[in-house]
């Protein structure tokens, strides 16, 4: 598992279907600006001096409840396992299987 591709958020980059087909470059590279706009979870994290959200004492927050709920982004629990995880030292990940991750292999 490469490391610099962990995302604040948690979700493992270095699997991820748009990151190709959309030239995504990363919340990290790209400073939370991503191809869709500003990633609020990306700055808060770079604001707090964090590697990724499940270095906060607050985790998850309101933010990554919203997103772990949300219809389309939603993973089933796969970034909260992984935030967990990475901030226990386990650099393991589970893929996400959210609509939009299976909505990016038809591109």
């Known amino acids: 598992m490469d490391k610099s591709m962990i995302a604040y958020c948690g979700t ?3 699997v991820c279907e748009w990151k190709d ?3 995504c470059k990363e919340c ?3 400073a939370g600006e991503m ?3 500003e990633c609020d979870k990306a700055k808060c994290c770079i604001a707090k001096g964090l590697d990724h959200c499940g270095q ?3 985790m998850p927050c309101t933010k990554l409840k919203l997103l772990f709920g949300d219809p389309e982004h ?3 629990g796969a970034r ?3 935030l967990q995880n990475w901030n226990e030292g386990n650099f393991v990940y589970e893929k996400l299987g959210n609509k939009a991750q299976e909505r990016a292999k038809e591109l």
């Open 12 to 14: 493992y980059c270095g």
């Open 21 to 23: 087909k959309v030239g």
């Open 28 to 30: 990290k590279a790209s």
């Open 35 to 37: 191809f869709w706009g």
């Open 56 to 58: 906060c004492a607050k």
């Open 74 to 76: 939603g993973d089933g």
């Open 80 to 82: 909260l396992r992984n």
